[in-house]
């Protein structure tokens, strides 16, 4: 960072003489002592000391550069769909890499709606076509070392099209197990959100807070 003391005499003022008339910029407040009078030198200062207090930090973040950035959430949207009172879950993560289950659903597109996005990735996950309801849940997640940060939003859906059928294909390669469970089965097996079953079958609008990423 630089010198608080250093940084001030390198803004760049505009000295006004008695008068009010503009004597020009002085980009080195030191280097035109000879030039301007006491009373000009003392309203200097006074005025970079006033862009010195306002400024310095958007100095500072604009010589540093990208480094000040942070990057923004990662938004996502979930379907919560019931059949014969029974929840669908897909494998939260590919490649076997975890036994962990999740709602269907995938990442946010630019441009389409929420509900067009997940009625898209629903389709891409399992086959069927839905039709988008009423918001059930947020949900949020990070890894803080890798700065990544997702929000999750679900909503109840009803299924329109389709059927589940072993042989479906995610274009992605990454949801390869789908499968209806009811409440009680979902005590034996492991998922996330923690606020899932309450948010499917309780019907009340939910906030699950933010939490680490698991595998």
Not at 19 to 37: Q, T
Not at 209 to 215: F, G, K, R, S, T
Request: net charge positive; hydrophobic share 40%.
């Amino acid at each position: 960072m630089p010198d608080r003391e250093t940084l001030p005499a390198r803004l760049c003022v505009r000295v006004t003489q008695p008068g009010g008339v503009c004597a020009g910029r002085a980009k080195g407040v030191a280097g035109r002592e000879g030039e301007i009078g006491a009373g000009e030198r003392a309203c200097i200062q006074l005025r970079v000391a006033r862009k010195h207090a306002s400024g310095l930090d958007k100095a500072v973040g604009a010589c540093h550069g990208r480094s000040m950035k942070t990057r923004s959430p990662r938004l996502a949207v979930r379907a919560l769909i019931l059949l014969q009172d029974r929840l669908l879950l897909v494998n939260a993560y590919g490649g076997g890499r975890s036994d962990l289950w999740c709602a269907p659903g995938g990442g946010v597109n630019a441009g389409s709606s929420l509900p067009d996005n997940l009625i898209r990735e629903v389709h891409e996950e399992t086959g069927l076509t839905v039709e988008v309801g009423a918001p059930a849940l947020v949900n949020e997640f990070h890894a803080p070392t890798r700065g990544f940060h997702q929000v999750d939003f679900y909503f109840h859906c009803r299924v329109t099209a389709g059927q589940i059928k072993h042989d479906w294909r995610d274009p992605e390669g990454v949801v390869t197990e789908r499968r209806f469970f009811s409440r009680a089965e979902m005590a034996a097996i492991r998922y996330k959100p923690d606020a899932l079953p309450a948010a499917a079958w309780d019907g009340a609008l939910l906030y699950d807070p933010l939490e680490l990423i698991v595998l």
